[in-house]
């Protein structure tokens, strides 16, 4: 497929570094001679230099045959205009970063249907409602959630003293008394999908699918804390902590923010009526404490510098802040923040990237099966990726025990008339199911990919 | 400095390079020329162990190219491809000096066409394809031939190809590296081919006609007649010269035709430019000469042919234009140093890195006079920045100390006058080919010593790489391993 990406920031460029991977033909247009010089040094992508909102800009990256233009900008109404434009001179589809809190859900849909953009994607929103997930559940370190929240995964990471050290995955649901499923493991570098027969040790990463009321009976079989956070220190007062912020008032948990910039914080104020803003540094322990740090029941550092939410955080967790989360952009500090055992980090550019990367391959499968949902699990090692199925001889009607898989595939879940069955080996997939895949080494373009051919 | 992939890339040019040299190889056994097909199979199979040694043990395709090794890669690939693609020549006993098969290869893969051969007529039909095949291979880069036909999975292969394509900057027609290097030959493929066609209509033997397009594809210049293409009919004179002028084109305007954007590929400002350079010079020159000649449309065709030839540092020639007064020949010298249109197969300085230079220059006079006044460079209706606009001024400087250096290596011990160092220099580092005096259209360098061969052979390898992959073998940090 023939993509174009307008505007190479942290998420273009991230989309970018993604979709190579899955074989596209990728045009990056940016105004900065730099930004694009760099990119094509690393990436076999064509660079444009330019203002993705000059039709002459447009047309040399070929936007007439283009299948999918993306422009994840700075700016929402470059992107809005950019993807307004590439639709007019050809692109099938759209796809426009918009984030400002006041494009509001009314507005949006308008300028959507107006624009004829097929997809608008707010990195900040759903950066928040992937840390308000958490949240709700802070034993684990990442939840994905699936068809309305029918299935969940998340990814919880073993401790020395876990219940689970030493246990064969066939005995899980015996033991604990809940329909989970361990559907892959991160051990060391290496993320594979596991068998019956294999054997859980402290400091695996593992991902659990199962339904919210089995995972909630999971953890407390485990001993693990699974109370929701009713009390949450925010620092930093971005559009991330706006959104989370408001997410979490309206469930009636009491937030504090915790910002720098007095123009910022009066804003908010405005905005957030229930949260209590406070001005300061947060990078001041004395403030954190004065303001609850150690009475706080979770902690998220949301500033724009990841290094201060890495140092922040760990100070946090030093303070036993029963949850810690930190915000980090940078792949680098990425892997070396949960080398320094911050094991719940969130990143906006990886979100927006997993979406688009989803949305690209239901695109090029609009036929088959075609791609609902992905999420990239185990530090982008394992895929998992909801389908919607077809009519398909070869797949439908089978018991699950008789389909030839291929190696490192695992069907995680079946969603059928709103309930959800974790499969064993005599559960068949009929067509209109959603089936949830989790794959560690591959690229599912469709249900069909997972045979063995 | 990566070791392992810059051996491994140079063993698969080897191996590409002994499969195509079974293809002369063929054509020497269609002729019954067994000597040179064994010589021709025997190379093949040492360029096939060398390669599988580089390869196998030497390297590893550990997909880590950035820059450094992509002009290590370029710069190697290409000495040890002429290294060994001088064998035939030498083993066959057709050339019995090595330097001279070396000096004779690189003309070739550098589409150079300067010859040491005293009587090409008396060469076997497998060499002389051989010779003449180098030309086409050289002309488009055999990196971009590997490129084509391998799938890379590191895009950082741009560093490659940035450095074996001419020009100031290499940009690519479509999105991937790998359907960028086949349209390219694809263009290159189909253009030939309809050269070919051409002649034989015209009445040239299929080998002759293949020979000839390999030499005008690749902005060659190698012949199979000793007075290269004087004593064909008008008629090929003209299709050559044309075509001459056509590969001299950027290929990017190719595939803008191809794809209907001929707005933008007839707004090229380059083109325009080489165009005019083109057509003044045929005019001076038909004037300056015309006296000679008994109509006016030889007159018109002979200058037009050697401008054409010259500018687009062919090489071919249907006159001894040594023989033409200085004033010609004057225009000739300075057309070798201008040289054709970047992202084509010829050499010299390219017609767009002349425009940028006056551009620049006009620039800073301007700034000089209005010392507050703020001015950007435009080229093709963008605006240069100051990195490209440096890179070219640098550029210009080395080209020209590097021109001197070369005029000075081979005037040790040389007994040739000024006249004929200068343009031996000129004609091998702007990869032409023939030069005035004694190494004129109608004599070759053979009379020249074995150092002087070696210096002018590293002086057409500087050409058609443009200059830095060469240079920064010469330079010690660039070997370091940190």
Redesign the interface.
Known sequence: M?IIISGCGKIGSTIISNL?EENH???AIDSN?AVVAEL???????GICGNGADSDILDEAGVSDADLFVSVAGSDELNMISCFLAKKLGAKHTVARISTPEYNDKSLAIMKQHLEISLTINPERLAAHDLFNVLKFPSAVKIESFSRRYLEIIEIKLKDDSLLDGVKLMDIRTKFNAKVLVCCIQRGDEVFIPNGTFVLKSGDKIGVAATHQELLKFFKALGRSQKMAKDVMLLGGGRISYYLADLLTDIGTSVKIIEIDEKVCETLSEGLTKATIIHGDGAQQELLIEEGLLTTDAFVSLTGMDEENILISIFAQSQNVPKVIAKVNRDELYAMAGKLGLDSLVSPKKIVSDLIISYARALQNSMGSSVETLYKLMDDKAEALEFNVIENPELVNIPLKDLKLKANILIGGIIRNRKTIIPGGNDIISAGDKVVVIAANHKLQDLSDILEK | MNHKIVSYMVGRILQIEAALLLLPCLISLIYTEWHSSLALLASALIAFVIGCVCTHLLGKNDKMIF?KEGFAIVALAWISMSLVGALPFYISREIPKFVDAFFETVSGFTTTGASILTNVEKMSRGLLFWRSFTHWIGGMGVLVFVMAIFP?E??????IMRAEMPGPSV??L??????TAKLLYIIYIVMTVVQIVLMLFGGMPLFASVLHAFGTAGTGGFGILNDSIASYSPYLQWVIAIFMLLFGINFNLYYLFLIKHFRAALKSTELWVYLGIVAVSTTIITFNIYNTFNTFSDAVRTSFFQVSSIMTTTGFATADFNLWPSLSKTILLTLMFIGSCAGSTGGGIKVSRIIIVMKTIFRDIKRMLHPRSVGSVKFEGKIL?L?TTNGVSVYFAIYFILFFIILLLISFGSAFDIETNFSAAAACFNNIGPGLGAVGPTSNFAAYTGFSKIVLSFAMLLGRLEIFPILLIFTPIFWKKK
């Not at chain 1, 094509?40 to 064509?46: A, F, K, Q, S, V």
């Open positions: 023939k190579v033909d990728i045009v001679p094509t040094n690393i990436y076999d992508i064509m | 820059a890379q590191s895009g950082r292969s741009i560093h940009g690519k479509v999105p991937r590296i790998r359907t920045d990195h």
